[in-house]
């Protein structure tokens, strides 16, 4: 019986290739490419624009900070702008940790006031100096229906 020595062996080898993932994150990122795709059907695209800008920093201490910038924001001068501004930003820190192919972030600061004290849990894929995070589906705070983002970044 080979399976169990494998199966014990993969188990006790488990936790060190997410230690390894752990390690391979810290560092900053920068902003590749952010797509929504929608639940309705409607043509997956970028909702921040097709050049947004942004980083994520990931800290040894397990401290993430987000910022995405949508493309050719501009500084404010009425609330009608000011409304717009807050829609082309994302913004948000907190504790990481990884669990499997799962990220999780336990926000407590955000643009969004309602993901504080909320666990932000995404899908990711590290790939050498590429790290893709996919979303679940949920109702986007910006664009007012289900959505689910995929977000690439690039090592710096």
């Known amino acids: 019986m080979r399976t169990w020595p494998t199966l014990l062996v993969a188990l006790l080898l488990y936790p060190l290739a997410h230690a390894n993932d752990t390690i391979k994150v810290v560092g900053t990122w920068k902003l590749v490419s952010f797509v929504n795709e929608f ?6 695209r970028g909702a921040y624009g097709n050049r947004p800008t942004g980083y994520v920093i990931f800290t040894p201490e397990g401290r993430v900070m987000f910022m995405v910038e949508g ?6 001068d009425n609330d009608e702008q000011r409304a717009a501004a807050f829609r ?8 990481y940790r990884l669990e499997g192919d799962k990220f999780i972030t336990k926000v407590d600061v955000s643009w969004n006031p309602t993901w504080v004290g909320t666990e932000q849990v995404r899908d990711y894929k590290l790939d050498g100096n590429t790290l893709k995070v996919v979303s679940p589906w949920v109702m986007s705070p910006n664009l007012g229906k289900m959505t689910r983002v995929t977000v690439t970044w690039e090592r710096k």
Do not use: V
């Not at 639940?39 to 997956?44: H, L, M, N, R, Y």
């Not at 082309?88 to 504790?95: K, L, V």
């Open 39 to 44: 639940q309705d059907g409607s043509e997956a």
């Open 71 to 76: 493309e050719g924001r501009k500084a404010p």
């Open 88 to 95: 082309s930003i994302i913004a948000y820190t907190g504790m």
